[in-house]
């Protein structure tokens, strides 16, 4: 069974940076995405990033130039790098698995299909 876990969250000063990890497992082919996911405090989920095995990716023009994603060697660990955090940047992160190995859904809206959640990991950016 596929699971994804996210982990690295915290508390950090306005400004900091911070990475999030998201540990997937249970795959059955070798191609598939992950996405990052932000909801903040009375707000809608967002999608950050999405980014397939081969390294294909899409980063949300909020975050470009401030948050890079990527893989780990082994394509079991996906890192969200988050520099110059503001306070908009507060909220719970989510990782999500898109088990499609043609990747139709990637191909076709440059953005994950969600078919497993982790659980969020908190992030809380102060002044």
């Known amino acids: 069974e596929v699971q994804v876990a996210e982990s690295g969250g915290g508390l950090v000063q306005a400004g900091g940076s911070l990475r999030l990890s998201c540990a997937a497992s249970?795959?059955?082919?070798?191609?598939?995405?992950i996405g990052w996911f932000r909801q903040g405090p009375g707000k809608e989920r967002e999608e950050i990033s999405c980014?397939?095995?081969?390294?294909?990716?899409y980063l949300s023009d909020s975050v470009k130039g401030r948050f890079t994603v990527s893989w780990d060697n082994a394509r079991n660990t996906v890192f969200l790098q988050m520099n110059n955090l503001t306070a908009e940047a507060t909220g719970v992160y989510y990782c999500?698995?898109?088990?499609?190995?043609?990747?139709?859904?990637?191909?076709?809206?440059?953005?994950?299909?969600?078919?497993?959640w982790g659980q969020g990991t908190q992030v809380t950016v102060y002044a």
């Open positions: 999500a698995a898109d088990t499609d190995p043609l990747l139709g859904y990637y191909l076709a809206h440059y953005s994950c299909r969600t078919d497993y």
């Open positions: 249970g795959f059955t082919f070798d191609d598939y995405a």
């Open positions: 980014i397939i095995t081969d390294g294909r990716q």
